[in-house]
């Protein structure tokens, strides 16, 4: 069992012969993913890696059955490219692509809710389950299949994390990363009740940032519905309020959005807070009793 | 993005918001030059892009022209917060019976634009979200229609009793709305909205700040730009790819990803030590970066040693490290740097930085106890 992914998981690329598209299309694939097809309008026909190119996600999907896309497409096209998979019965749309202007995010929301569809991202490394099916840029040999779940606002910040937990033996059902910007698809929340209703996940790892509430949101779900057990780190204690770390999302404005509000939130759940990522590996163990 | 007050002014004036007149003026003799010589009260308020300047002294009353000259005098080449004030706003200052706050920000938990006001006007909203949260009201905006005029109307309600005022802040509210989305905002505040005790409805300051990732389709907006001394920085860094912060401390660092750039910065904190900037330099393995990178870090004489925390993801540890050692060749510094090195390939990336005689740690936590050591030397 695994959240969202697994090996049946049918895969098609938005962009797929663009440059970073190609590459991490011939990564995927090498790591087993099922990828089906891929999207490039007017380049149909064409094959990439051995994978046939469609114009559209519509004529993908009913040549190839795909329930899952990853979009590699420029910035000020990204927004068009969710909307076009979702319109296209697209289940779960993984978008990569960073720097997508806010609005168009906002305008995508209401359509990705009309049609039920899951949207990872933007501007994130995307997902994987380990052994199965990994969709994103993830470096897919830090992971091992194992039962402990992942979501976090960082990329390499969680291959930080991972490479540890995979070295200490505690390995992962799905991890993944939902992006760092202010306005994006699934949130801690969504998958914290994704990985509760697992079978196979029996402890979760959340890492945020400082920035927006969701961290305080997530400590309240845990609190509340969450049996399983969680350990947390927050990214961004020194940082200084009102300036953009990076992350789009990751600015704290004053006074709200801070590491404190946040830990003290996690801690008032039960929820212990590492002080360093690599104290995670130490507190999943105690908490599953290993 | 950030823009001035005058320059979020000019831009509610297009849209139809009412403003007070002012001049923009960036000096003395532009004060006397551009100001009317009636005697009336005005405000001169400093433009400067960093907040708290009515506190600092930025923002003077004057009865007459004489008396707005002296206060120019004072505010112009004064020190706020580190930034020296190179212009001021002369503006016709209004009778206030009334303040507003209204505001439009992106909203991470509805997904949405929300429209906020308060009755609590003229101070920070913050400070109303922590004392009088009750006080705000919030209405998220559907992308698809807008802002309707009824949710306009309800909010304006809330705040106005008389009918014709109701109709006045409504119709505000709509034209900000429709500013925001047309410029890409990614915060519009009026603060305050003022009623006049002649029932005139106006806005007396204004906030905006615009999505950085939109401003490839806002010409007029880049062109607004007038980056302060910190943002030259940063623009710089930005555009050769990097992403950099500039902070206090001494301690430069400079690491792959954001998410562990603030890491990085927090452990330095956690053992003691104070970071003198975030630095992300991406994913890539290039050395230019690494020269571009080491550059803007020993260019703030503030840096006592550099730590440098790479996790190889997709790039590999070896890649970085040919990367590095290719870099390190092109800088001559006496400041010592830490180079730590883990993930992809790690073992073979450690082994090429060993070779060059820099100090090389397994761990984050090594990296950042050495780094502060050296910085003490």
Known sequence: ?290 | MKIHEYQARDLFRKYGIPVPEGELCHSVDEVKKKVSDKDKLRVVKAQVLVGGRGKAGGVKLATTKAEAIEKAKLILGMDIKGITVEKVLVADAVDIEKEFYVGLINDRNAKAVTLMASSEGGVEIEEVAKTNPEKIIKMPIDPTMGLMDWQARKVALQLFNDPKQVRQAAEILVKLYKLYVETDSSLAEINPLVLTPDKQVLAIDGKMNFDDNALFRQKEIIAMREADENEKKELEANAKGLSYIKLDGNIGCMVNGAGLAMATMDMIKLYGGEPANFLDIGGSSNPQKVVDAMNILLGDKNVKSVMINIFGGITRCDDVARGLVAALDQIKTDIPIVIRLSGTNAKEGLEIIEKTGLPVVKTMSEAAQKAIELSQK
């Open chain 1, 1 to 290: 069992m695994s959240i969202l992914i697994n090996k049946d998981t049918k895969v098609i690329v938005q962009g797929i012969t663009g440059r970073d598209g190609a590459f991490h299309t011939s990564k995927m694939k090498a790591y087993g993913t099922n990828i089906v097809g891929g999207i490039s309008p007017g380049k149909a026909g064409q094959q990439v890696e051995g994978i046939p190119v469609f114009n559209t996600v519509e004529d993908a999907v009913k040549a190839t059955g795909a329930n899952a896309s990853v979009i590699f497409v420029p910035a000020p096209f990204a927004g068009d490219a969710i909307l076009e998979a979702s319109y296209a019965g697209i289940e779960l749309v993984v978008c990569i692509t960073e720097h997508v202007p806010v609005q168009d995010m906002i305008r995508v929301m209401p359509v990705l809710k009309k049609n039920d569809t899951k949207l990872v991202g933007a501007n994130c490394p995307g997902l994987i389950t380990p052994g199965e099916c990994l969709i994103g840029i993830l470096p897919g040999m830090i992971f091992k299949p194992g039962n402990v779940g992942l979501i976090s606002r960082s990329g390499t910040l969680t291959y930080e994390v991972v490479n540890m937990l995979t070295e200490n033996d505690l390995g992962q059902t799905t991890c993944v990363g939902i992006g760092g910007d202010s306005v994006s698809g699934l949130y801690f929340i969504d998958l914290l009740e994704m990985y509760e209703n697992d079978l196979k996940t029996d402890a979760v790892v959340v890492i945020g940032e400082i920035g927006g509430d969701a961290e305080e949101q997530a400590a309240k779900f845990i609190k509340e519905k969450m049996t399983k057990p969680v350990v947390a780190f927050i990214a961004g204690q020194s940082a200084p309020p009102g300036k953009r770390m990076g992350h789009a999302g990751a600015i704290i404005s004053s006074g709200a959005g801070t590491a404190e509000e946040k830990i003290k939130a996690f801690n008032a759940a039960g929820v212990p807070v590492a002080k360093e990522p690599s104290e995670i590996p130490g507190l999943i163990k105690e908490k599953l009793g290993l």
